[in-house]
């Protein structure tokens, strides 16, 4: 087996055929197709077969039905994570733990949002996945904390401590943790590219990932935003680091007709984006948000196979792998909660990013 401490041709080599192997064993569409016409017992069955087995024996005296399923895709999903940063070498594994951050981002706000909506603690901990720098056993020990202000506490020294701590009054105030949240994810983007123009080998491509990461949620958002009709400047809510400068950002979401819209839009979009500017207008026609997102997401991870393609043996496997099996759990969770709400088979299909 090649050498994987350090840096260099070899490694790299290695552990991107490895994700590359990886990404084959993922369920193809032709399985979750099936699986819309399967019940919950069936469709465990199925994944039983697959990557999760591990998990499911395991959880299956404890869980049954959708939580089983919960529970062990989380737990997969942050084992896989985990192991893809032990196998990764030299830079690539410093881009990959910055990436993996976002992850305490989503935990530490589903558990101040469990909290502040009464939900237990084993339904908040079933979609808590610890990838990042907050591990299972600083979860759980947030999970135990009885108050908010209890968990603002433990965080402290913690990478998201001081933007939660800045805007946690105003939250409490609010009753709401959306700005928190934007907040969070704008320092986090910051950091990214602050590793990506740190001078380290692949930080161009890792950028690459990253302005194409940013301009898909600032797309997602302007969408939101317009359908929302707030009229109000959002140009705080826009993601720093992308195409987008605030004034454009803004003046998007300003623009009253539609056709105006995805005529200015198009106009931003970078040649980079092609299967983007072919689907606007579709786009722009009455879809639902929820729709919208999910073409959105679609369409990116289409791209980062495209740059996988070009740079075969640099941070674009790993990473692309790493999202595409973040939206595998994403899918079987979607079938199994809609499964268990009886959901129409249309509606449960309209979730899945396939």
């Not at 950091?191 to 940013?214: N, T, W």
């Not at 992308?242 to 040649?271: N, T, Y």
Request: with cysteine.
């Amino acid at each position: 087996m090649p050498e994987v401490r350090s840096g260099g041709p070899v490694p790299y080599v290695y552990v991107c055929t490895r994700m590359r192997y990886r990404k084959s064993k993922l369920i193809p569409k032709e399985d979750y197709y099936r699986m819309l016409n399967m019940s919950i017992p069936e469709i465990t069955r199925i994944i039983e077969e697959t990557q999760y087995k591990k998990e499911i024996d395991e959880l299956s005296p404890f869980f049954h039905g959708a939580d089983l399923l919960e529970h062990a895709l989380s737990w997969n999903l942050a084992k896989e994570f985990q192991n893809v940063q032990q196998i990764t070498p030299g830079v690539l594994k410093s881009f990959v733990r910055s990436y993996l951050r976002k992850w305490d981002i989503q935990n530490v706000l589903g558990i101040l949002r469990g909290k502040a909506q009464g939900m237990k603690q084993g339904k908040i901990r079933e979609v808590l996945v610890p990838a990042g720098e907050l591990d299972r056993i600083f979860l759980d020990r947030l999970l135990k904390e009885d108050s908010p202000e209890r968990i603002l506490e433990a965080l402290r020294g913690k990478s998201v401590y001081p933007v939660i701590a800045a805007g946690y009054a105003a939250a409490l105030e609010k009753e709401s943790f959306s700005d928190i949240e934007n907040e969070l994810y704008k320092d986090y983007y910051l950091d990214l590219l602050a590793v990506a123009g740190g001078g380290l080998k692949g930080g161009k491509q890792f950028l690459e990932f990253i302005v194409l990461d940013i301009d898909i949620m600032n797309i997602r958002n302007i969408f939101r935003l317009r359908r929302e009709r707030l009229h109000q400047d959002a140009r705080a809510l826009m993601i720093p680091g992308g195409s987008f400068a605030p004034d454009e950002f803004q003046d998007l979401i300003d623009l009253e007709d539609d056709r105006e819209f995805i005529d200015a839009l198009k106009k931003k979009i970078k040649v980079r984006l092609k299967p983007l500017l072919l689907l606007l207008d579709e786009m722009g026609a009455g879809k639902s948000i929820r729709e919208i997102e999910i073409d959105l997401i679609r369409i990116q991870l289409g791209q980062m196979e495209l740059l996988t393609k070009l740079k075969p043996f640099s941070i674009h496997p790993i990473l692309t792998y790493l999202e595409k099996k973040k939206y595998e759990i994403f899918n079987l969770r979607a079938l199994a909660r809609g499964k268990e709400a009886e959901l129409p088979t249309d509606r449960i299909r309209g979730y899945l990013v396939i």
